[in-house]
């Protein structure tokens, strides 16, 4: 294998683990607030990825613009789902709310994905920007355009919520919830509103990762799950208290699975994959970015 | 001085266990009352309710007039009723200037926050000195030292204190109560629980004994510290010989 292609290789891992990232920050989010595992969020994802596909296909929007349409419709969503449904499910305690979190997200995935399929019929849509195909060519290696700009909302999305989680009082109010939520109440904080603020911004960040998934991939009323447990697997991996770790954790599976696929065939990218996730358990269990 | 906090037949529960029975007290603005009893007696549970965190079965809590046990414990705190909760609850991942910014997250407390911190500081030099350091990271003193820092940024008219001395060394439950002495003679009240009954009935102007949800005895901390009963039930004389 020539130098350029292994770099080639590289760089679309790298652009595939940008998404992953993005897709597993929203759920570790959720999971680390909330402590609950929302297997919707997959679900969340294609919805923000029909917003980009209509957004294109009825008005001709560029599917990256179409982030304003999608951002806010999912976060719309995400306070409605949590009003609705996940709400009651925060409150409970223990055993009821592992086992109630993970039947009714389910139920709800099963729900949006029958509703997707009656609205937007199960065909595969995809997205033809006038750029797609065309790239940067850097000594030897190709970058899409299309790649570049989504890795490149990616880093900025991340950074972003970096900036909210450590520098804003709302951000810090979602950190301390996720720490220890009666600490936070006691310090003056109305954590029904965090946890309901906390599952829009994850439904907002799906919705980010379903227009980049759409942009690169294109999109079909089925792909939810398949995201939620690629997502599932990088909150292993970067420990499941990291919800920025969930970034890094993503690019470092992307590239793994690129460089495993290029090596020993595509067949066993995904398993490579796994064994990482197994290996990660197994080694190490907070993760590698988590605290005991 | 003025009626301050009332709590007023105060009836909770943990399922089917009834953990308080007909609790009445009340702190005077300006004092600082103790409240001692052994370990079960329900002294958390009772904290518990005065903040919101738990819902009495009946009973009544207020503040001047109005009612505190209606509201969820984020407004308590607005209304400046803030704990210092027992095994400290930091923050652990956070930073202790996060922390103590977090402390400063009611409105009423945010705006003066800059203000606050500096007087924190000054009264803690060294969460000055540690302030970009993760909370859990601090040694058990320090991280007493940045709960009370944490509560002080809040801005409490009544500050409530479950069992800040636990586990400390006696040096720094020393500095401990001479902050909040301190912060008395600043004009804040203060309701504290402690197992360290001696230490509390000398700074305490009165006190409450709760044992097995009740409330069984109170008088002034003087008082209470010549008694008999608790003197061999807390303090640990053996009874006088007859």
Known sequence: MSIESFAQTLVFGLFVGGIYGIAAMGLALVFGVLKMLNIAHGELLMLGGYA????????????????????????????????????????????????NSLLVSFGLTLVIQNLAIWLFTADERTVQVSYAGVGWNLLGVTLPYTRLVSLLIAIIVTLALNYLLHHTYPGKAILA?????????????????????????????????????????????????????????VIVLAGTGSILGAFPAGILLGVVEAVSGAFIGSTYREVVGLVIFLLVLILRPQGLFGRN | MTKF????????????????????????????????????????????????????????????????????????????????????????????????????????????????????????????ERQNQRANTLSGGQQQMLAIGRALMGLPKLLMLDEPSLGLAPMIVENIFEVVKLMNNQGVTIFLVEQNARRALELANRAYILEQGRIVGKGTGKELLHNNEVRQAYLGFAPTPR
């Open chain 2, 5 to 128: 906090l009332d709590v007023h037949g105060v009836n909770a529960s943990y399922g089917d266990i009834q953990a308080l029975w007909d609790v009445s007290l009340k702190v005077n603005e300006g004092e600082i009352v103790a409240l001692i009893g052994p370990n079960g007696a329900g002294k958390t549970t009772l904290m518990r309710v005065m903040t919101g965190l738990h819902q009495p079965l009946s009973g009544t809590v207020k503040l001047g007039n109005a009612d505190l046990h209606t509201l969820p414990a984020y407004q308590i705190v607005e209304k400046g009723v803030i704990l210092v909760p027992e095994g400290r609850r930091l923050f652990g991942g956070l930073t202790v200037l996060e922390n103590l910014e977090l402390g400063a997250y009611a409105r009423r407390a945010r705006d003066l926050r800059f203000r606050t911190l500096k007087r924190v500081f000054e009264i803690f030099p060294l969460l000055s």
């Open chain 1, 52 to 99: 980009t596909f209509w957004a294109f296909s009825t008005f001709g929007m560029d599917p990256f613009v179409s982030l304003g349409i999608g951002i806010p419709v999912l976060f719309l969503i995400g306070l409605l789902l949590d009003r609705a449904v996940y709400h009651r499910i925060v409150r409970l305690v223990g055993e009821e709310k592992i086992k």
């Open chain 1, 177 to 233: 919830t996720a720490e220890d939520f009666e600490a936070a109440e006691l310090a003056g904080i109305n954590i029904h509103r965090v946890y309901m603020m906390t599952f829009a911004l994850g439904a907002s960040l799906a919705s980010i990762a379903g227009t980049l998934v759409t942009v690169i991939y294109g999109i079909s009323p089925s792909i939810g799950i398949i995201w939620t447990l690629k997502a599932l697997i």
